[in-house]
């Protein structure tokens, strides 16, 4: 399996510009995580799915992100218009959901991330 | 309140020598209980899963407290190879699938 897959690796923009991330989890699992990583505040979860319908995006910063997963094999993040200080690593996961006593089986796999710089 | 805290460290650790650190988390709905590792600029990785009675992954050894709510994390024998960021991770039972990270406890091995 070629794990979870992210796009692109490295994104420098300049302030307004819109920016796409993208994701392709590993396929069977039916949750899809967005995350983003900065030295300031750590690891923060955006947003998340579950077979494709979201279902918390309280994490979102505000109004400017937004994401999307049509299908099982694709999710986009985007940033419209983007700032400075949404320069991150934004990290993609995928995981099946095992049930409570599921343990390591509930392990989030993530992708290797999207260096984000906006200038 | 976060509701998974841990001491970022550094821990500077000689190379055979034992490191042990904690978290505590806050929400007592809290379910199910993981270390992840994070090599620097790369993404963060399952290392074990922590169970009630406590376990062990080789030098890894792994503790849960239900009672004072924190999860400790012990190595030992440490190798060049373990310096990471040792993150703590919590699910809760209302919010099925959802880690909450910890902001990570550094950890370097020194020769």
């Known amino acids: 399996d070629a794990g979870v897959i992210q796009s692109p690796r490295h994104e420098v923009t300049e302030m307004g510009q819109e920016v796409t991330l993208r994701c392709k989890p590993i396929?069977?699992?039916?949750?899809l995580f967005w995350y983003r990583q900065t030295m300031m505040r750590g690891l923060e979860l955006l947003i998340y799915f579950n077979n494709n319908v979201p279902i918390d995006d309280s994490g979102m910063p505000e109004d400017r992100f937004s994401a999307k997963m049509p299908n099982a094999s694709f999710s986009t993040l985007k940033i419209q218009p983007s700032e400075p200080r949404d320069s991150a690593v934004y990290f993609c996961?995928?995981?099946?959901?095992?049930?409570?006593?599921?343990?390591?089986?509930?392990?989030?796999?993530f992708g290797p991330g999207t260096r984000l710089t906006v200038l | 309140r976060k509701e998974v805290e841990q001491d970022p460290g550094p821990f500077n650790v000689p190379e055979g020598a034992t490191v042990a650190f904690n978290c505590t988390y806050s929400n007592s709905a809290s379910q199910s209980f993981f270390w992840y590792r994070q090599d620097c600029r790369k993404e963060p990785k399952l290392l074990m899963s922590v169970y009630s009675s406590g376990n062990e992954d080789g030098r890894f050894t792994a503790q849960l407290n239900r009672a004072s709510q924190y999860i400790s994390l012990l190595i030992r024998d440490s190798k060049l190879s373990d310096s990471a960021t040792y993150l703590c991770v919590v699910m809760t039972t209302d919010s099925w699938g959802k880690l909450q990270f910890g902001a990570g406890t550094q950890v370097v091995v020194t020769p």
């Open positions: 396929s069977g699992h039916d949750y």
């Open positions: 996961a995928s995981s099946f959901f095992e049930g409570p006593a599921g343990g390591a089986y509930n392990e989030q796999f």
